[in-house]
Every structure is written in C-alpha cells, then in structure tokens.
C-alpha cells in the first residue's frame, strides 16, 4: 500500500517528496519555533497552516470531546453572528408582507374581487405604496378572512378550521431517514395552513431542534436550561403545555420548541417503565396536548429521524402520519425496515392500551426531480405498491427551497425577487399542491 507522497521545508511544513510515516516523524522533530515560522509562512486563517500547527502542538493526537465542543462553539457563535446579520438589529424574524395577488389567492377569491371590497369599504384598508399597490400582513388578511365569513353563503367557505364536535387534527411527519425533508415539510405545511387561516401548533420534538431554529429561536441560547417539550412530558413535575408555548412571529402558528434537553426523555423513560410511573411514554404527548388543544385546528409533530420514546409518543397522539421519501431505491430500503420496525412497535403500544385509530396514512415524495428517470422509476413503483396512500403531489427538489434556507426561512417568507421568478413559482405552487392535498385530507377527517 502506497501513502501520497508529501515533502518538507526546513521548518517542518509538507511538500511532495516524503512519506506520510515521515512527515510526523519529522514534525515530532520540528524545533519550538515552527509554529512562529508557519505562522510567517503561511496565509491567515490557512486550513494547510491551522493542520500543520494541530499537529505539531499535539503531535497528532487529540481529545475528541475538547474538539467536539470547540467545533460546537465555533459553529453556535457563527450562526448566530449570522443571524444578526440577516435579521438584525434583534435578530428576530419578521413575516414578510403579501401583494394583492397573492392576499386574493391565500383568500380564495379574485384580485378583482378584493379592490372591489376596499372600494366597498368593506373591509380595513392596508398600508400601500406610493403607486397605489396595497400590502398585506398576516393579520391583514386574517381580518379579511374573518370579516368574509361573518357573510359568506357557506358555513366555512373563509375560516375553515374546526367546528363544534371536530376533533383536533395532529400530524406527524416521520421516517427514520435522516435527510427525507421532514422538517422542510412540515414547517411549510404548518405555514401554508396558517396563512389558510387555520390555528396552527407547531411541535418540534426533535433534539435537533431545526424546527424552533427555522422559526427564529437559537435553541442552545434561548432554551438551554429549560423552555422545551420536554417540560410538558418528563417524568418529574411536568410543567402544564401552556406554559412552553411561544408566539411566532407567522401569524396563525404557535410552537412548542425542542431542544437537546428532548434526549433525556429517552434516557429517563426505561427507568420510569420499571417504576411503573403514570401515564407511560406513549400516552405523555397525548395527556399533555390536551390542555391546549381546545385553541387550535391543527398540531403539526417533526419528529427525530429515530424510533425512539419521543416518536412513539407523538404517533400515539397523532390522527395524521405523512412518511417523507426521497425516491430512491436506498431510501426506500431504510423505509421498508423503518415500517417493520413501526409496526412492531406499535403492536407492543396497542397491547398496552394505546389508541391506534388513525384518520389517514400518506407517503409523500420528497425533493422529487421530474427529468431523473430512475426517480420516476421508484414513483412508479411506490404508486404502484401503496396506491392512494402515496400522495399525487411531490415535493419538488428547488435551489429556491434551499437557498432560502441559507437565511433560515421558507418559499412563504422570501421575497419572489429574490430568485428567477420560474425557479421561485415552481418551487410555490409545488409545495402549494402538497399542502393544498393535506387541506383537504383535513377536511375529511371533519366529514366535509
């Protein structure tokens, strides 16, 4: 086996020439003021200068876990320098304000339609702009809504959330993949529904904790010591549901963050089931929600990409589950093993006493590349396989998706002008078709 070849300056820095066995060899060798001479020798902030001083500072052994939260540290401080960049000078989002078009289309009606209703003086009127052009902010048009359905024909037809005697609807997004899109999915889902005019709960009960992130929270600052789901379900003292929720900054959705503190309720929980501790992990979710669930229409669960105690509570809480898939054959592999694994699971809870009754079961399609042959391929055969169970609309793959990631938001809350307005409306109306398919899932589940 041959090792690339590397080589030396005098002061110790690798050139080609000279084994890799050498090179620490000679580095071990290197006089005390190597680091002074890399120093001079090398660019700022070099990743080649940086290497060559670790090694010779620890002669090529290091402690994982100093490294680990040096890396952590590091990265915590960065983002959050960004996020004063982008949202300063609080760094707390704002939800964006929507044109006419876009109002009249969330509302379901005509742009016509609406200027006629602001002529009518029928409804508010909105800041605008010097032109005349009126925007509209989520409280805008939740007024809007509310003051249509005060005389729409229809019960429902502008505000249709839940009525006397429905039950609250609670969706999970799951699968044990990590990268499937879950959170992607379910914040846009939460989002789309609110801008809808539904109540919206939005439950993150991942220690990853991404979903708090994307709506403006900073985890390992803001919830450190306590704040989380974890509160509202451990084991000792649980504190009531209402006291962990936070008002966002996207009118119609509410969270209850996650945080690293989440992990705890896996390690906590096999010691609770030996003492018998009431109620057991599946039913905690459920107990807890019922506090708050009188004040909302929908609650959405982004679950961790594991089986563990906090997906199973949440699925046992939940009415709804959409298993996100990215069409191909490997992650179709890890999904057939992640179903076997669900249900055994869940056979286990079901004999426990756990409710199994669900309103619906889909597959949704993740970042689905229309032009890939071979993802249409394994489509084919999910379609084909589960039938109706997999959803008609896929979520398609979008640099608009991502690239608005990169400032922590979603599709719903950059501007169209920040992108090529084609790259911007197919990436909009894929993830409106998606969202508009679980509305009417939604719907019925309320008999409508």
């Not at 982008?86 to 876009?102: C, H, I, N, T």
């Not at 803001?222 to 704040?227: A, H, N, T, V």
């Amino acid at each position: 086996m041959h090792h690339a070849s590397v080589a030396y300056t005098r002061c110790g820095v690798p050139q080609r020439g000279v084994g890799l066995r050498e090179t620490r060899n000679r580095l071990h060798e290197s006089p005390p003021q190597v680091k002074e001479t890399i120093n001079k020798t090398l660019p700022k902030n070099s990743v080649t200068k940086k290497a060559v001083i670790f090694m010779v500072s620890e002669q090529g052994i290091f402690h994982i876990n100093k490294r680990i939260r040096e890396n952590a540290e590091d990265l915590s401080a960065a983002l959050q320098s960004h996020m004063l960049k982008v949202f300063a000078p609080d760094a707390r989002k704002e939800l964006r304000q929507f044109s006419a078009g876009e109002t009249a289309e969330l509302l379901g009606i005509s742009t016509s339609f609406l200027r006629k209703l602001h002529f009518d003086e029928k409804i508010p009127d909105v800041e605008s702009t010097a032109g005349g052009r009126r925007h509209y902010s989520g409280e805008d048009i939740l007024e809007i809504r509310k003051i249509l359905e005060t005389t729409a024909k229809n019960k429902g037809t502008y505000m249709r959330g839940r009525r006397t005697g429905d039950k609250v609807q609670v969706l999970s997004f799951l699968n044990f993949k990590g990268g499937s899109g879950k959170t992607t999915s379910s914040v846009h889902t939460a989002q789309r529904l609110a801008l809808r005019g539904y109540r919206v709960l939005a439950v993150d009960i991942d220690p990853q904790a991404s979903m708090t992130t994307l709506f403006g929270y900073t985890p390992e600052l803001d919830f450190i010591e306590s704040g989380t789901i974890y509160d509202a379900i451990r084991y000792e003292d649980p504190l009531p549901f209402s006291q962990i929720i936070q008002k966002t900054y996207f009118t119609g959705i509410d969270l209850a963050p996650g945080g690293l503190l989440l992990q705890e309720f896996e390690h906590e929980t096999p010691q609770a089931l030996r003492k018998n501790i009431q109620p057991p992990f599946y039913a905690r979710m459920a107990a807890a929600l019922q506090e708050v669930e009188a004040n909302y229409d929908v609650i959405i669960f982004d679950c961790p990409p594991q089986l563990g105690y906090l997906t199973m509570s949440a699925l046992c809480a939940s009415t709804g589950v959409l298993i996100t898939i990215v069409p191909n054959m490997l992650d179709v592999a890890s999904m057939s093993q992640f179903l076997q694994m669900s249900a055994d699971l869940l056979d286990v809870v079901s004999n426990a006493g756990a409710n199994m009754e669900f309103d619906f079961l889909r597959f949704l399609i993740n970042r689905y590349e229309p032009n890939d042959g071979p993802q249409q391929q394994v489509v084919a055969f999910l379609r084909q396989l589960f039938g109706d169970e997999v959803m008609i609309a896929p979520m398609l793959k979008s640099t608009a998706i991502s690239d608005a990631g990169l400032t922590q938001q979603t599709i719903f809350e950059v501007e169209r002008g920040q992108f090529h307005r084609n790259t911007y409306d197919r990436a909009l109306d894929s993830l409106n078709l998606v969202n508009d398919e679980i509305e009417l899932l939604l719907q019925k589940a309320w008999g409508r």
